[in-house]
């Protein structure tokens, strides 16, 4: 795999992207979790800078955002789940157009990896499905859905203004 200039820079500004837009005004919920804006970035990973690129700009950047918010709990499972999200985005649209339904769905099957790692880890670290259950309802239902809508209209503005064919140029 070769490594560009162009994807290390794309990858640290994403990274960064997912720490800040995470860590800024998380709305905690019950238990540890918190709704925030860094799925959004996460999701957006999966095209800039897409690949392995992507998938450690948004497991590292979220997994910091973690650390930094004091839900360090979180910081390995965060790592895992996040860069297997953006993996899913990549591989679903790597060959198509941005914008359309196979990129909705995309974003729905990377929540849906979201949620079901979430609630597994909740599962398996508390012993009780009903704190999986009850931290998917409370926080990760509404983080998932903010999260496509929002990731979705911010790669409509991207691709409207040429900046994600840009970068495919580059």
């Not at 650390?67 to 790592?79: D, I, R």
């Not at 398996?124 to 704190?131: K, N």
Request: glycine share 12%; hydrophobic share 60%; with cysteine.
């Amino acid at each position: 795999m070769k490594t560009s200039v162009k994807n290390l820079v794309a990858g640290a500004l994403m990274a960064a992207l997912c720490l800040i837009f995470t860590a800024v005004l998380p709305i905690r919920t019950i238990g540890q979790g918190y709704v925030h804006l860094g799925d959004m970035i996460v999701l957006l990973c999966g095209f800039l800078p897409g690949g392995a690129a992507g998938m450690l700009a948004a497991a590292i950047g979220s997994s910091m955002a973690d650390l930094y918010v004091g839900a360090s709990v979180y910081a390995v499972p965060t790592f895992f789940i996040k860069g297997i999200m953006v993996l899913a985005v990549w591989l679903m649209t790597r060959n198509t157009k941005p914008l359309g339904l196979l990129t909705v769905a995309a974003f729905i099957v990377a929540e849906m990896i979201m949620l079901g790692g979430y609630f597994l880890f909740d599962f398996f670290f508390f012993g009780i499905a009903e704190v999986g259950i009850l931290g998917m309802i409370l926080s990760g239902l509404p983080q998932a859905a903010f999260g496509i809508v929002a990731g979705y209209l911010v790669l409509a503005s991207l691709v409207k203004t040429g900046y994600i064919e840009k970068y495919r140029n580059l």
